[in-house]
């Protein structure tokens, strides 16, 4: 309900834009008088006005209506000993509420067996407490339509009357835009320093478990061994020594992306400076498309792919050739994964190659150079740190890539330099150390933030790496 009522509150701003630049014309042609600010600024001021304080009140009920729910509906009149339920006794029951809340007002010769068996076994207060939360999800619609709908159509008509031609909007309107756009960086920023005190707080009680050094040096990989752990105070360290060593992870994680890099920056590359400087607008047109559409495709459909037929595959042609060839590889999980990046290198490339601006190729044809020479001495070091944007966004996300690694790779940690064996990832690790119904209190599960920091750290130096090649490499043209 709040989604759709967002949308039409966004399709009611649309409308006043209009309304506020039609009204702002129409006081110009009757008056024959100049308007302190263009036409459009005054629609932009309604659209703002309008706008911004339904999204924060709709902000504000997102974020806060559970807890309005549950005061609404657990209260100590139909609970009397609510005060001293655990928190996952109260969600229980709050889930049981819910389930019930579907199905409370519905005559019983109309319920199903499982729905007549959950309504039986609930107490009158629970049932009660289902009939709250219906009628509570009724007064939450409307006020979300009052919210939504209502409120901004009288705010809209009442702020449109004080439309004048001396009303000097646009100052207003800029500034309100720059605060805007202000506030999103701050937002973006916070974020990331958000995820990355979050991923330190939870590593920092890893390595009470396990040592520092141990973690980053050692080379055996079996963290099923701190499974009965619950307490880093009672733990013998020793036993943990030789659980949690990240060398496997990194080496494998270093060799299925490497195979990788070397599928999709060549190929990406190669594509983007055919399409960018030598195919006829009809031939891009048609293949840069289809080139994209290896974007869209799921990870779970290469992996699909990488498992039941390049694997295999691999396999059959190193048999013929006397190669011992892994049914879970390395190579398989690598070419599959670079195909799947092909895109993010051909596609960003592309574009960049073709930004450079027309005289360069223009003055060294000039001067004799043959178009190879243009592309190799001109465009591309012009071009460099578009490029080099697109290689680090494609190392990323190999690195980052986990659905192909755990169907064509191997769950397994191998400490291995050779592609035709089973390897594994640190992402691949990650997800396994989180499935399951291990508490967070665990070093099997807090070791997942200590390789997701490990990951982090990574990727900060990939970017610092690529800035100082970028600013060494690059030629600035006037």
Not at 374 to 397: C, D, E
Request: proline share 5%; hydrophobic share 55%; glycine share 6%.
């Amino acid at each position: 309900m709040q989604y759709l009522a967002l949308l039409l509150l966004f399709a009611v701003s649309y409308g006043f834009f209009y309304f506020g630049k039609n009204r702002a014309l129409k006081i110009k042609f009757s008056n024959n008088a100049r308007l302190a600010s263009l036409p459009d600024y005054y629609g932009y001021f309604l659209v703002l006005i309008v706008l911004l304080p339904s999204l924060l009140i709709w902000f504000f009920l997102l974020i806060y209506k559970p807890t309005f729910e549950e005061m609404y509906v657990m209260t100590p009149t139909l609970f009397p000993d609510l005060a001293n339920w655990s928190d996952s006794k109260l969600g229980l029951i709050l889930n049981k509420i819910t389930n019930l809340s579907l199905i409370v007002n519905i005559p019983e010769v109309d319920l199903m067996k499982g729905q007549l068996s959950l309504l039986n076994m609930s107490s009158e207060s629970e049932k009660i407490a289902a009939k709250n939360l219906a009628s509570f999800d009724s007064i939450y619609g409307w006020s979300v339509v009052v919210v939504f709908i209502l409120l901004p159509i009288i705010i809209g008509l009442l702020v449109s009357r004080l439309i004048n031609q001396k009303l000097n909007v646009q100052p207003l309107v800029e500034k309100i835009i720059i605060n805007i756009i202000r506030l999103s960086s701050i937002i973006a920023i916070l974020i990331t320093f958000g995820i990355f005190f979050s991923l330190i707080f939870e590593a920092i009680k890893f390595f009470q478990f396990v040592n520092f050094m141990d973690f980053f040096f050692n080379t055996s990989w079996n963290p099923n061994r701190a499974w009965v752990i619950s307490s880093a105070e009672t733990v013998d360290k020793e036993v943990l020594k030789d659980a949690f060593g990240w060398i496997p992870l990194l080496t494998g994680t270093l060799l299925v992306g490497s195979v990788a890099m070397f599928v999709a920056l060549p190929l990406g590359l190669a594509s983007a400076i055919y399409l960018a400087e030598y195919a006829s607008p009809k031939v891009r047109d048609i293949a840069k498309p289809i080139i994209e559409i290896l974007a869209g495709i799921p990870t779970v459909v290469y992996g699909f792919f990488a498992a039941l037929t390049l694997a295999p595959m691999l396999k059959q042609f190193g048999d013929s050739v006397g190669i011992n060839i892994s049914a879970e590889s390395a190579l398989a999980a690598g070419l599959a994964m670079g195909v799947m990046i092909i895109p993010f290198v051909s596609s960003l490339s592309d574009d960049v190659i073709r930004s450079v601006p027309n005289p360069l190729r223009e003055g060294s044809y000039a001067l004799g150079a043959t178009k190879s020479e243009t592309i190799k001495k001109v465009i591309l070091p012009a071009a460099l740190p578009g490029v080099m944007g697109s290689f680090l966004l494609a190392i990323s996300r190999a690195i980052g890539e986990t659905m192909i690694v755990v169907m064509a790779a191997s769950l397994r940690a191998n400490l291995t330099f050779n592609p035709l064996e089973p390897a594994t990832t640190i992402t691949t690790q990650i997800v396994t150390a989180l499935i399951g119904d291990v508490e967070f209190t665990n070093p099997k599960t807090l070791v997942a933030f200590a390789l997701g920091l490990t990951l982090f750290v990574m990727t900060l130096i990939l970017n610092v790496i690529a800035v100082v090649i970028v600013r060494k490499y690059r030629e600035k043209y006037e």
